[in-house]
């Protein structure tokens, strides 16, 4: 069974950090392009970045800079390490294999003074 389970979200102020995991079973995701998307309130769904080796990786532009995805296939865990936070960083977080229409629950994260 695909599964997948976001972690690491909270409240920061901006300029903070915050380190979000996605552990993920069912798969084999070396030969899956994976990604965080995030869904701000009352926004569509947007695609953050996306892995498919380690030097193999997209971002929006929003978060060049800022935001770095990696994974570590032997634990089965995907990360996005979240720093320079913005207000607009605020969103529910999701990790997802591209090309699958499985979701997980998400991961909170809100970014305010």
């Known amino acids: 069974q695909v599964q997948f389970v976001e972690s690491g979200g909270g409240s920061v102020q901006p300029g903070g950090s915050l380190r979000l995991s996605c552990a993920y079973r069912?798969?084999?995701?070396?030969?899956?392009?994976m990604g965080w998307y995030r869904q701000a309130p009352g926004k569509q769904r947007e695609l953050v970045a996306t892995?498919?080796?380690?030097?193999?990786?997209w971002y929006l532009d929003s978060v060049k800079g800022r935001f770095t995805i990696s994974r570590d296939t032997a634990k089965n865990t995907m990360y996005l390490e979240m720093d320079s936070l913005k207000p607009e960083d605020t969103a529910v977080y999701y990790c997802k294999a591209l090309t699958l229409d499985y979701w997980g629950q998400g991961t909170q994260v809100a970014v305010s003074s």
């Open positions: 069912g798969i084999i995701a070396s030969i899956y392009r």
């Open positions: 892995i498919t080796s380690p030097a193999s990786t």
